[in-house]
């Protein structure tokens, strides 16, 4: 069992930043690979970054890459998404999730991941 909780979703204008956290408990987080995702009403969840269990590989999207980094801290059992120059485009809610366990492959598909958080709402304005 793996519980994720996301938070420091919020409301920014077009351009600004945002850094959300996801806090996990239940396991060791240190073994734990780790990915972002992100659903906009209407769209199908998509992959946003992924991030192994060392935080030595990252993987971020075409559509966020340079814009977005996601890093982690395993002392504080945490992953990170900063989100810089934020777009209209990038509104949605924003999930992490994992696996369960320590492998990292940079999967991009829903299916890959077998825990969720309840999602944080960002809002970009224009």
């Known amino acids: 069992q793996v519980q994720l909780v996301e938070s420091g979703g919020g409301s920014v204008q077009a351009g600004g930043s945002l850094r959300l956290s996801c806090a996990a408990s239940?396991?060791?987080?240190?073994?734990?690979?780790m990915a972002w995702f992100r659903q906009a009403p209407g769209k199908e969840r998509e992959f946003v970054a992924s991030?192994?269990?060392?935080?030595?590989?990252?993987s971020h999207a075409d559509s966020v890459k340079g814009r977005f980094t996601t890093t982690r801290d395993n002392a504080k059992k945490t992953v990170y998404l900063q989100m810089n120059s934020l777009k209209p485009e990038d509104t949605a809610v924003y999930y992490c999730?994992?696996?369960?366990?320590?492998?990292?492959?940079?999967?991009?598909?829903?299916?890959?991941?077998?825990?969720w958080g309840q999602g944080t709402q960002v809002t970009i304005s224009s």
């Open positions: 999730a994992t696996d369960g366990h320590s492998n990292f492959d940079g999967a991009t598909s829903v299916g890959a991941y077998s825990y």
């Open positions: 991030i192994s269990a060392s935080g030595a590989w990252v």
């Open positions: 239940g396991r060791t987080f240190n073994n734990l690979a």
